[in-house]
């Protein structure tokens, strides 16, 4: 491939050039009218306007993203995350234009995409499962407490068409279950463009590990360990480390081996991750879903096994990717990344868009930063207010622990609210420094976590550096 379309904004947008650059591959990259101007823009070779600020008249518009490409003679087209990363329409258009798809197939796609068929897939591969339901389309809600009744309470309704926890509520009292239903319903349809949700098994102490896995797409596949993602606020990931501290080694074994088992079953090709509920009790694991993407934290296994992720997708699209053996992938020290928000904990962690009037964080070897922003720029109302990510790496966890403490004490983020403070809060929680977190971890310690909200703060008159976007490891 000579130049690729880079269907996709903000901080992975700018990792996708990045990673294109060092190729020698040009890049196509999209815009709204809020990203006009963005650090995303100014990396690419061109940069095409595609329409209005909200997301469904210009990055979820398939038809001018896909026509930004071919006018500027893109010969392949890698979505990122999120938008339409996982549109298989859209997948399907641009490989009938005659561009690859830095992607898994769209029967990949569709299978994993549809969550109960994605379990099923698991299951007959011989994947542990949560109990779950059939789907219930909006509107057909017939069986709808007999289900619950056999899933058990208390239980989650989910999307069936998306992840990422969007819409995800937990039930423990039937009386509101069904206008629960009806919530989830109407927000899945709003995100994905699909209405139905099923029931699963709700686990009170979960732990949620993630196996990044990498297929050939002639059926084999490989492992690159495993992620922890239990820190989470509102059933999104906050705080993403690797090895998953206290795992036991046999539960690894087996978990990356029903990973594999799944990516080799859809002769899936790229990276993918396959997501587990651990029950911190039992130590029983649950096949949750499989993202057929890159993932927003695909930076901490980057760091741990010194693969580069989206080279080796773009070199295994364009025909280039040097197969490497399971044996050959080994993993060195700890890893542990941090999601800046600009978001205000303190008020359920509501975005907080604005002008970031000074945004600097230190120099570090240790450190790794993502973005998509600069001093100056605008975090605006209208996508993720996700700012940054910070990895960082150490020979062990204490080592990584304590180089993101340093590195969040160092932040100098004005002008908006965001969480920096609450990450930090978390670090230094007896419990994380212990290993010791389930999915819950934030809700139940919010008091202690939340402390005072971090207010906007002028900047001052001078910033001594200015964060380096997209440090590769």
Known sequence: MRRILVANRGEIACR????????????????????AGALHCQ??????????????????????????????????????????????AFAQAAEAAGMRWIGPSVESIENMGDKNRAREIAAACGVPVLPGSIRFLPGELAGLE?????VGYPLLVKAAGGGGGIGMKCVDDPGTLAATVATTQALALKAFGDGSVYLERYVARARHIEVQVFG???????????????????????????????????????MT???????????????????????????EFFFLEMN????????????????????????????????????????????????????????????????????ALPAMPALRVDTGVRAGDTITPYYDPMIAKLITHGAGRESARQAMMAALAQARI?????????????LAHPDFRAGQVDTGFVTR???????????????????ASEVQPEVQP
Request: net charge negative.
């Open 414 to 426: 004005e002008g908006i609210r965001h969480n920096v403070e609450f990450l930090g809060n978390v």
């Open 445 to 463: 310690e919010s008091a202690r976590l939340i402390g005072a909200s971090t207010a906007p703060r002028a900047a001052p008159p001078a910033v």
């Open 146 to 150: 007999d289900a619950a009744a056999q």
């Open 257 to 283: 081996a029903a990973a594999v088992a799944l990516a080799e079953s859809q002769r899936y090709r790229g990276a993918g991750t396959v997501e587990f509920i651990v029950d911190a009790d039992s130590g």
């Open 43 to 88: 990396m690419a070779d061109v940069a095409v306007s595609i329409g209005p600020a909200p997301a469904a008249q210009s990055y979820l518009n398939t038809e001018a993203v896909l026509a930004a490409g071919l006018a500027h003679g893109a010969d392949g087209v890698h979505p990122g995350y999120g938008f339409l990363s996982e549109n298989t």
């Open 292 to 359: 057929t993407r890159i993932q927003v934290e695909h930076g901490v296994t980057e760091a741990v096994t010194g693969w580069d992720l989206v080279q080796a997708q773009i070199r295994l699209a364009g025909g280039t990717l040097a197969r490497v053996a399971q044996a050959d992938i080994r993993r060195q020290g700890a890893a542990i990344e941090c999601r800046l928000y600009a978001e205000n904990p303190a008020r359920l962690f509501m975005p907080s868009p604005g002008k970031l009037s000074a945004f």
């Open 16 to 35: 996708i050039i990045r990673a294109a650059q060092a190729l020698g591959i040009e890049t196509v990259a999209v815009y709204s009218e809020a990203d």
């Open 216 to 254: 050939y797409g002639d059926g084999t596949a490989v492992h690159l360990f495993e992620r922890e993602c239990s820190v989470q606020r509102r059933f999104q990931k906050i705080i993403e480390e690797s090895p998953a501290p206290g795992l036991p080694p046999e539960v690894l074994a087996r």
